[in-house]
């Protein structure tokens, strides 16, 4: 079983920069691709972004692309996402997201098998 904790969220005026971070309970987290989801209540859990097992590969919505990264950092058993230029429409619950596989749709949310409590983000106009 493995644990993911995410942190790093607030409120943020719009414009503004948040760093997330998601902090695995795994030594192997390298063996393990990571996603960001996020979710507003009522709707689906939409995919954010992803990365796979070297970070060699990354993978965005087309909502945050240009604005926001993903990285890890194995050597902590972290994984983080970079939110820069927030507008007001990304406000929503942030979750990360892991499976220990090579090969996945990033953008599907069943092919993670481990999943944070998440982290609320919200940005104001």
């Known amino acids: 079983q493995v644990h993911l904790v995410e942190s790093g969220g607030g409120l943020v005026q719009a414009g503004a920069s948040l760093s997330l971070s998601c902090a695995a309970s795994?030594?192997?987290?390298?063996?393990?691709?990571v996603g960001w989801f996020r979710q507003v209540p009522g709707n689906e859990r939409e995919f954010v972004a992803a990365?796979?097992?070297?970070?060699?590969?990354?993978y965005y919505a087309d909502s945050v692309e240009g604005r926001f990264t993903i990285s890890r950092d194995d050597a902590r058993n972290a994984a983080y996402l970079q939110m820069d230029n927030l507008h007001a429409e990304d406000t929503a619950t942030y979750y990360c997201?892991?499976?220990?596989?090579?090969?996945?749709?990033?953008?599907?949310?069943?092919?993670?098998?481990?999943w944070g409590q998440g982290t609320q983000v919200t940005g104001s106009a």
């Open positions: 997201a892991a499976n220990d596989v090579r090969l996945w749709t990033p953008a599907n949310k069943e092919s993670y098998e481990y």
């Open positions: 990365i796979n097992w070297s970070g060699t590969n990354t």
């Open positions: 795994t030594r192997t987290f390298s063996n393990y691709v």
